[in-house]
């Protein structure tokens, strides 16, 4: 069975930085597309990072330059490095994956909440 | 990156109708254009894929279509549980993008 288990998430002042992690199972992390997407307080859904079994990373305008997607083969676990954080990265960030290869998330965590708040 | 706009942001709609949500791109993508649906507090789950393709397990009264630049989903005999916020996202090029939603009421 496949399971994404989201953690890290949190208060943080703007200007920190938080790691979110998604602990995987039932499949092989390395070998699937995986993304992380996020909702702001009453938004819509907002694509922050995938990562392709390649490895290429892609990311919106919004996020590029702070944030970074990246694996642990090892521990089968998919990270998102968030540096310089503002009040508008304030979200609940779900981890997922694309089994297909595709660009469809097919398998979505629960989710963590991350805030940035002075 | 390609922009995804919906339409209607919101729809009211009663048990056993049907609706039909609209999106459109900002350029060309092809048939690349997923649909998902979002309840709270939960996580989104995939509907559609590739504009038509039934996700596996998903009711067949569920439909989408399109492709180019415009793109549909549609419910017949809407039930209680279709009562939820629905996003289109372009799979034609990365990053991804999703529309803005629409969120299905009573």
């Known amino acids: ?118 | 990156d390609i922009q995804m706009t919906q339409s209607p942001s919101s729809l009211s709609a009663s048990v056993g109708d049907g609706v039909t949500i609209t999106c459109r791109a900002s350029q060309g993508i092809n048939i690349n254009v997923n649909w998902y649906q979002h309840k709270p507090g939960k996580a989104p789950e995939v509907l559609i894929y590739a504009a038509s393709i039934l996700q596996s397990g998903v009711p067949s009264r569920f439909s989408g279509s399109g492709s180019g630049t415009d793109f549909t989903l549609t419910i017949i005999g809407l039930q209680p549980e279709d009562f939820a916020t629905y996003y289109c996202q372009q799979s034609y090029s990365s990053p991804p993008t999703f529309g803005q939603g629409t969120k299905l009421e009573i």
């Open chain 1, 1 to 118: 069975e496949v399971q994404l288990v989201e953690s890290g998430g949190g208060l943080i002042r703007p200007g920190g930085s938080l790691r979110l992690s998604c602990a995987s199972s039932g499949f092989t992390v390395s070998s699937s597309y995986m993304a992380w997407v996020r909702q702001a307080p009453g938004k819509g859904l907002e694509w922050v990072a995938v990562i392709y079994s390649g490895g290429t990373t892609y990311y919106p305008e919004s996020v590029k330059g702070r944030f970074t997607i990246s694996r642990d083969i090892s521990k089968n676990t998919l990270y998102l490095q968030m540096n310089s954080l503002r009040a508008e990265d304030t979200a609940l960030y779900y981890c997922a994956r694309d089994s297909k290869q595709q660009l469809v998330l097919d398998y979505w965590g629960q989710g963590t909440l991350v805030t940035v708040s002075s």
